[in-house]
Each structure stands twice: as C-alpha cells, then as structure tokens.
C-alpha cells in the first residue's frame, strides 16, 4: 500500500514563495543545470577549529589568491588573515596547522591520480611573519604531514617515504626500495584507496619521534593496461589493479625510529593474504594499534604492537557469517589516562557505540535500538559526552546526539527534520553544522555544544530567491512493500503542473549497491536539477533504495551476500509494477538509468524486467563482477573460485537474450574503476544475440565522465534518449 509522506505546504510557501501561482514561473532548463551553474550552492569552507576552542579558521577567496582568516566564535568577527595566498603569490587549495599552530602547511598545483590521491607543491607557512618555504625545491610531492613536535614534515614521493626537518632543510629518506607498479612505502595502491578509502598510508607517533606506515608489494599483482588517446600512436597506461580471484598486494607495517634512524617490522602474523587497512597511534607513544582483515573480510582483528620491537598481541576480533564491514568499524578512540577505547560495530544488527578497556574487553555498549550511529562526532573526555549522528528519528534523517559515556541521558541536539553533518570544536563548546533538507538548501550555523544557535554562517539566500522563480515539485517520500512484505523507502518528483486525470511516464534512478543510501531527506546535486528539468518535461522520477542499501541494519545490508544483483533487481522491478498500478503513471512507459553499480542495476533490470521496462540508460556499468577489484566484489560474492553461480547468474552479459527494450549504454576510455572492459565485453554479447542498442564512450575520461564540454553533453545526450525512447 502506498503510504505518501507528503511535504506540507506551509514549508512549499516558505521555500518557493509564490508557490500557489507556479504556472507563472520558469521551468528548469538543461542550461541551467549545466551551462550558467544556475543553483551552485555556497558553503563555509576550510574551516579549521583551533586549540583554544575560542577561534576557528576558514578559507576563502581573496581578490585573487585564498585567504585563511581567524574567527572569533563569540563575535563571529574576524580576528586576523592567518595565511595571505595574495602576499605570498600562491593559489594554494589546501592548508593544515601544527599542533600549537605556530605553522601551516599549504598545497598548490594540486594534480589528482585517482579517486582519492594527489600531488602537488607544498609550503610551509610560517604564522608569525607570514612567510612560506618552499619544500623539496617545488618538486610535487604526496602527502605533506607536519610533525606533532613542530619542527618536521614527512612526505611520499616516488613510492619513497622521506622527511625533512624544517630549520635545517635537510632530508632524511626513509625507504628506498619504492618502485612505480613494484613497491610502495606510505601510500596506498589503487584498491585501498579506492575501497579502504584510504591513501596516506603513514602516521606520525604522538611524540613526532616515529613514523609507522605501511609497506605494499604489488609486484605479483597482474597489471592492468589502460589506452590513452590523442597522439598520433596511441600510449598505454599501466597500472596494478587486482581482479576478483587474483592476487592482491603483500602489505606489510614498518615503524621508523627516527633517533635510532632504524626500521622495525611489525609482526601482522603468518597469513599473507591479508588486509591491513588501518593503522593507529594510541596514546601510548610505544604503542601502535592495527586493524587486520583476513581474504574474504569476514574476520577483523585489532591488534597492538610494540613499536621498539614489532612484536603483537591481539586484542579484540569480530567474526561474521558474511562480512565485516570496516566502513562499520572505523571509529577507534583512545581515551587518556588509560580508560580504554571508543568504537563502533554493526555486531547486534546495528551499528552502535561500544566502550572496551585497553586489553579489549567489553566496558559496555553505550547507544542501542533500531536505527544506525552514522557518524561517531567525538568524545568530550573531560565531561564524559559523546557526540554522534544518528538515523534514530529516520533511517532518512540525520541527527546530532549527546549521550553520556555511562550510556545515559541521550539528547537530541539537531531535532530539525532533514540531513545534519558537524565540525565539533576541540574542546567541545561549539560546533559548524550543515543542515539540508528536500526542501531546503544547504544552512550552516555556529551553535553552542547544547545547540544553541549562535549565529548563521551561510543559507544561501541567493539560490532561495533564484528558486523562487522556479516552478518546481519537491520530492514526496513513500513507502512500499516488495512481494515478501519488505517495506522500501522511495521519492518521487511530479511534473510542476501535476495533473491526476492524465498518465505519465516514469524514469526510475537507480544506484542500490550494498550499504549505499539515495532515499534521504536532504538537498539534492546536479543529478537531482536534472531529475528535476525531466519532470518540467512530463516526466515522472522515482527513486527506490532496495533491499541491500544501508541505514536499516545488518540483515536488510548482508541479504544480497553471495548474489549480488538478485534482491536488488527483484526490487527495482516490484517498484516499477507498484508505480504501473498508480493511476497517473503510464505502466507502458516506465524506464530505469543509473550509474555505475546504477548501470549495473539498470542493465540487469530491463534484462530480467523486459515486461516492466521499455527503456534503460546505463552510465559505466560493472557487466561482470569477474572484472572488478578483490576487495570490493570478494567482500559481498566471496572468490570467483569459491561463487562461480554468484558472479555469473546476475552479470548483464548472462542476460543478454533477454534484452526487448531500449538500451543506451555509456562509458570513458579512461575509466580505472570500472574498466571500459565492461562495455567492450557487454556490447560484444551484445551483438553475438543480435539485440540492438545504442552506445557512446568518451575517449580518455573517467568513472566520472568529466572534463571540458564532457557533462553537457552527456546529460543532454541521455536527455534526448529519453525523450525518444521513452
């Protein structure tokens, strides 16, 4: 049944004033989307507490380099330019403080290799006179990290760790066995970054006398060639990119004495094939912790080892019938003065807060219920608070709570319905919050720790009173059941002139893949201005989270354990029968487009759904889970050797004979994600069976499909597929 969650209209007036007169406004163009910027949204950016809880820093453009100014939180004033990028004639782009903030660390020339990893030059801002040195003579370096004791700065480069001291300019190289698609020191290969989210893989003890970083061997991982076009012969580029079922890299953890100009090995224990995915100082400055994942990701450990000697002990481990996720356990704090550590499991179906002593054992669990901690803001030590984000009101709601680290008197701090991040002050007196909603944009205020507003930063004024001309629906959030009784969270954005008596088509927009959410009570992006202009032109768009996305808990997660596709699939299609039902919704004309695992989705689900979809518009689609990476794919469909039927009975490519609708297929050259591989080996099925189909790729472009006239003409392309098969 059909369960509307409808927007009231006392908010549809605040927000597009005039509302009720909307056949006088203009509807949203393909150019306002993606010529003028139309609807850009402003935000505070770099913003930067300081030690003192008093001041917080943020950048923002000078009249014609950055500027870093100081804050003060009482006044909201400016108290002083910390870091001129005019005075100094450098267009920096990123900046960091040493711990008592005497310096800055400034990057220029920034230059990104992939998802998550850069180079560039970096300066060393001195604060009081406000002069930079230059590091490494203006060679790019990765990076940058200024030391915890003031007066270094350790730095990757060319697959080497290094250091410099600051007042003697002399550099110290730490590793010298790094060697390009060989052996990497303090960064990480392509599938950490990518699927650890990790890329600086080194860190400076709290003492600034060591470093510990990881090592990765990838010389046996097989290698990936990567055509580049534009010259007259075209180049290759090759790099390590472990497939599902192949090897991946060896990693090992180092730790650099930085007296003894030693190197220890830390002993991570006789497997091999392993993960290695986080590594953390605790407060004890002999002491780092680890966190080590066994092949398939269904056993994490935590462990600690001795910096002097690299010997282990394991502390605490969590085993699953499916898979851990770390993205579900990467909240470790150290409390001082030996009161243990802070971190969050999905271990009773839900991710929570557990509170363990030093050796591991279980203090208490400190949140519980229904509803997910998205976010784990910080821990007030001296007040014994800790301060997290929550799905408690709604797994489409994001929230600020306090709780006690006792576990009691738990206290919203955010009740306003909608989507909430925060920057928490370091002494927990204040916090920056940012806060969107489906109906409204992007509002960042100061408050007080209690919530207390202290003052508006930035609420987009200017973009409310440009949508105030506009003729726009805003998204109605509903709910349905799938054929087992499963409730789905849904949206969906009606034409502005919405009539009942007529029939209209439907898009459905697709991503799905496990533990990922698009149903949310919160301000939409270009993709949603787009959704937003298909409307304007009669369409209907539904968006449905299924069964394996996240904020519901582990079991809604893990269904689709060893069977990628299945669940998702049957969801997306009990969607669209349930929209064919609506009196307003044309069942002959209800298409799906999605993007990456979304063109996945939306190629499985007009294969197996060729009764429900007439049309799908899949963007860099995995076609064969056999050709993504080990970390990603073995997590949720364990080895190809071990689930041969889970990587192939819901890959596109299986399902080809049953392709009836309209198919546009689209894809870069220069996708490292998901290879242009997919597409290739999709469209020669494709033509095996005879089915025929539209296609473009896009020479030399990413998973992103960017860069120069790239967007334009990618969404006014899927624009016009839409219109004609749609």
């Not at 009942?500 to 927009?509: F, Q, S, T």
Request: aromatic share 12%.
């Amino acid at each position: 049944m059909l369960r509307y969650n409808f927007i009231l209209l006392c908010f549809l007036v605040l927000l597009f004033p005039g509302y009720i007169n909307a056949q006088d406004k203009k509807t949203v163009s393909l150019e306002d989307v993606f010529k003028t910027n139309t609807f850009s949204q402003k935000s505070v950016y770099g913003i930067n507490w300081m030690k003192d809880g008093q001041y917080y820093s943020s950048m923002k453009r000078g009249l014609t380099n950055p500027v870093v100014v100081k804050i003060n939180v009482a006044t909201g004033e400016e108290a002083a330019v910390l870091i001129d990028g005019g005075k100094l004639g450098i267009n920096f782009s990123s900046y960091s403080f040493n711990p008592d903030e005497t310096k800055a660390l400034i990057a220029s020339e920034v230059e990104s290799i992939y998802r998550r990893s850069s180079k560039g030059i970096f300066h060393v801002v001195d604060l009081k006179t406000g002069t930079a040195q230059k590091l490494m003579d203006g060679e790019k370096i990765m990076y940058a990290t200024l030391s915890p004791d003031n007066d270094k700065v350790a730095f990757v480069k060319d697959n080497n760790l290094f250091m410099v001291e600051l007042a003697s300019h002399q550099v110290t190289q730490i590793t010298s066995d790094g060697k390009w698609n060989h052996i990497i020191n303090g960064a990480a290969d392509w599938v950490y970054e990518e699927e650890f989210s990790m890329s600086k893989a080194f860190d400076w003890s709290p003492d600034g006398k060591k470093i510990a970083f990881i090592r990765f061997d990838e010389t046996e991982v097989p290698e990936f060639n990567m055509q580049t076009w534009g010259k007259l012969y075209p180049e290759d580029y090759r790099f390590k990119y472990p497939k599902a079922g192949e090897k991946n890299a060896e990693v090992s953890i180092h730790i650099y004495d930085l007296s003894t100009k030693q190197t220890v090995k830390v002993d991570t224990g006789e497997e091999k094939d392993i993960y290695l995915p986080r590594i953390y100082w605790t407060n004890d400055n002999n002491t780092l912790a680890f966190l080590r994942l066994n092949r398939l990701q269904n056993e994490l450990d935590l462990l600690y080892a001795n910096s002097q000697t690299g010997a282990t002990r394991l502390i605490l481990q969590e085993k699953s019938n499916t898979y851990v996720d770390l993205d579900y356990n990467d909240d470790l704090r150290f409390l001082e003065g030996n009161k243990g550590f802070i971190r969050t499991s999905e271990q009773d179906g839900f991710k929570h807060i557990y509170h363990h002593d030093n050796e591991g054992k279980l203090i208490r669990q400190i949140t519980s219920g229904n509803w997910e901690v998205t976010n784990l803001v910080g821990v007030d030590e001296k007040n014994r608070k800790i301060y997290f984000i929550s799905t408690e009101a709604s797994p489409l709601e994001r929230n600020l709570y306090v709780i006690n680290l006792d576990g009691k008197n738990k206290k919203i701090l955010t009740p306003e319905k909608g989507t909430t991040s925060v920057n928490m002050s370091k002494d927990f007196k204040y916090y920056i919050a940012n806060h969107s909603s489906a109906i409204s944009p992007l509002r960042v205020t100061l408050n007080e720790a209690s919530g207390k507003l202290v003052k508006v930063l930035e609420e987009n004024a200017e973009l409310r009173s440009k949508l105030a001309n506009y003729s726009i629906s805003p998204k109605e959030f509903f709910t349905f059941n799938t054929v087992d009784g499963t409730s789905l969270n849904a949206y969906m954005i009606k034409p502005p002139h919405f009539e009942e008596n007529k029939k209209y088509p439907v898009l459905m927009y697709v991503y799905g893949g496990p533990g990922s959410q698009n149903v949310t009570n919160s301000w939409g992006g270009t993709r949603d201005y787009w959704h937003h202009h298909l409307a304007s032109e009669g369409y209907i768009v539904v968006c449905v989270d299924n069964r394996g996305t996240g904020a519901r808990g582990r079991d809604f997660k893990h269904i689709t354990y060893a069977k990628l596709g299945k669940f998702e699939t049957e969801d997306q299609i009990a969607g669209a029968k349930f929209l064919g039902t609506l009196p307003y919704v044309d069942a002959s004309r209800i298409g799906i487009w999605g993007w990456s695992y979304g063109g996945y989705m939306s190629s499985l689900a007009l294969m197996v759904g060729n009764d429900v979809f007439k049309s799908a518009i899949a963007v860099a689609p995995v076609t064969t889970w056999r050709y993504y990476d080990t970390i990603y794919t073995e997590r949720y469909l364990q080895t190809p050797q071990l689930n041969a039927t889970g990587y192939d009975d819901y890959s596109p490519i299986t399902h080809v004979n049953r392709l009836k609708g309209n198919y546009l297929l689209i894809h870069g050259t220069g996708d490292d994600n998901v290879h242009f591989q997919n597409a290739v080996d999709l469209v020669d099925a494709l033509v095996k069976a005879d089915k025929q189909f539209e296609t473009m790729y896009y020479p030399n472009r990413n998973h992103g499909i960017y860069g120069g006239n790239t967007t334009w003409h990618l969404y006014s392309l899927m624009t016009d597929f839409i219109k004609r098969k749609l």
